[in-house]
């Protein structure tokens, strides 16, 4: 399941390289989702409460910046 984790940092290594901030967010939010899936996988409680919190917030921007 480490390939999990490895897709997850792939992925906001890549938010970090975007420009734009709805690209940005919604590469953040998937790998947040995918290390919320490894955190689940190892057992990280602190791993799972980090990344739902920002999938979370990540999700209110987007879907509030749909709205406007």
């Known amino acids: 399941m480490e390939w999990i984790g490895i897709a ?4 906001i290594i890549l ?5 734009g901030e709805r690209k940005i967010r919604i590469f ?11 955190g689940v996988t190892i057992r990280s409680f602190s791993t799972i409460l980090l990344n739902v919190v ?3 917030v990540q999700a209110y921007k987007l879907l509030r910046r ?3």
């Open 66 to 68: 749909r709205s406007e």
């Open 28 to 38: 953040d939010l998937i790998g947040a989702l995918l290390f919320i899936i490894y």
């Open 8 to 11: 997850g940092t792939l992925f």
């Open 15 to 19: 938010a970090f390289t975007m420009n």
């Open 54 to 56: 920002l999938v979370v």
